[in-house]
């Protein structure tokens, strides 16, 4: 007896959790793992919408052959996302199932064949288009860069559940509920969504409003992401959240991120986060960016309207985990912060340069003039600091 899930009459969750895999990408900590979500259809056509990463697929075959019986083969494949993590057992299941037909787009093709070969069994559809199982009829929507250029939906008409690829996704496992009102979202999940969302997807938030707009007016009663739990009774939180996060809405608070090689640019960032709170700033974190991962800065960033940045100089520049940090969210154009901006250094500076430098490129909106100090910092600094933290509290007000 294997654990699948039945989510609605029909249709079976044959997900996988892992917990073993420290850095998903090989990039991001996910302490609390992941889940790979896959489903299938079983009407008088049977249909697989995404496979799971190959290194938790060794009972996956199994668990389909418990649910449709040793006779019958599956007739599609819906591929409507072709990143490893679910593409991971195509070749296994299309072994095994040598008639299958693989539904994805031209894109979806495109990365097929350079992954796997070329496969000759495939249908190429259409934004729109829709396909009959018998009693589920499914539409595929084309929501490309979400996050990668092949990236589609599946809506099952019939039962109006969106198959979302990473959509609505998340870090974490799903550890016995499965379900939105099978846990205890708010405190397991909210945080590592958001750092999911930010990291993997906060990049293309355009092109998540833009599926946003074709997914306009379209009833969903259940949303299946490939990672994370399904929604059924609050579908509206999920959609929210994304949709807040895509127009980078954030919350009244600061994080405040610096590297310091011996400390002064730490007593500058403690200083600042002391005036905030005077000013009555209750969303203060503070952050070493030479000890936090950068994921985590990333989600906080997502989450506050206030960023101070702040950077010793290293080598006339600043500190490479700052550097790292900076060229990211240059890279991701994260937008719509208010920004403040400090330092220290020893001889002849350059890390808060850099840092004007990375405000040039971002426009977001400059609270006050930077602070670079020489130095231990002294009262002249920590004035400036007073004055930086007052300007952010009064534009949070
Ligand atoms: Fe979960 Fe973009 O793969």
């Given amino acids: 007896m294997h654990n699948t899930v039945k989510v609605s009459d029909k249709i079976y969750w044959l997900g996988a959790n892992d917990r073993r ?5 090989n990039l991001w900590p ?8 896959s489903y299938l259809i079983i009407d008088e056509k049977i249909a697989l919408v995404d496979t799971l990463h190959f290194s938790t697929a060794d ?3 199994d668990k389909i052959e418990e649910l449709i019986g040793k006779d019958r083969s599956i007739d599609y494949l819906i591929i409507n996302h072709m990143e490893p993590d679910h593409s991971g057992a195509i070749k296994a299941v299309t072994e095994k199932y040598p008639n299958i037909k693989i539904i994805g787009n031209l894109k979806t093709f495109k990365i097929l064949e350079s992954y796997y070969g070329y496969q000759d069994k495939w249908k190429q ?3 729109g288009e829709e396909i009959s199982l018998g009693y589920h009829k499914l539409k595929f929507v084309m929501t490309p860069w979400v996050h990668w250029p092949e990236t589609m939906m599946t809506y099952d008409v019939t039962d109006k559940i969106l198959f979302s690829g990473d959509a609505f996704g998340s870090f974490g496992t799903l550890d016995g509920g499965i379900f939105d009102d099978e846990i205890e979202f708010d405190d397991y999940y909210l945080e590592d969504m958001r750092r999911y969302y930010s990291n993997i997807v906060g990049q293309y938030s355009n092109m998540v409003q833009k599926a946003f707009a074709k997914l306009k007016g379209v009833e969903i009663k259940m949303i299946c992401s490939t990672h994370g739990p399904i929604w059924r009774t609050d579908v509206n939180k999920v959609i929210s959240l ?3 996060w895509s127009k980078y809405e954030t919350e009244k608070g600061v994080v405040i991120i610096y590297g ?4 002064n640019t730490a007593k500058m960032a403690d200083y600042i986060a002391r005036k905030l709170s005077e000013n009555g700033i209750k969303k203060i974190r503070v952050y070493d960016a030479s000890k936090t991962h950068i994921s985590y800065l990333i989600n906080e960033i997502w989450r ?5 940045l702040g950077s010793s100089a290293y080598n006339s520049g600043m500190l490479p985990t700052m550097e790292n940090l900076t060229r990211t969210l240059e890279h991701m154009g994260v937008k719509d912060h208010l920004l403040g901006l400090f330092g220290s250094y020893s001889w002849n500076g350059g890390g808060v340069k850099a840092l004007h430098k990375f405000y040039e490129t971002i426009q977001w909106d400059l609270v006050s003039e930077p602070i670079d100090s020489k130095g231990i910092p002294g009262d002249e600094t920590f004035k400036r600091c007073e004055i930086l933290a007052n300007a952010i509290a009064e534009k949070l007000k």
């Fill in 260 to 263: 310091s090689m011996y400390g």
């Fill in 30 to 37: 996910i302490p609390n793992g992941i889940s790979y979500n």
């Fill in 21 to 25: 895999t420290h850095l998903f990408e």
């Fill in 304 to 308: 506050y309207k206030g960023v101070v």
């Fill in 242 to 244: 994304y949709d807040k």
């Fill in 59 to 61: 009972d996956y075959l």
């Fill in 125 to 127: 559809v259409e934004d």
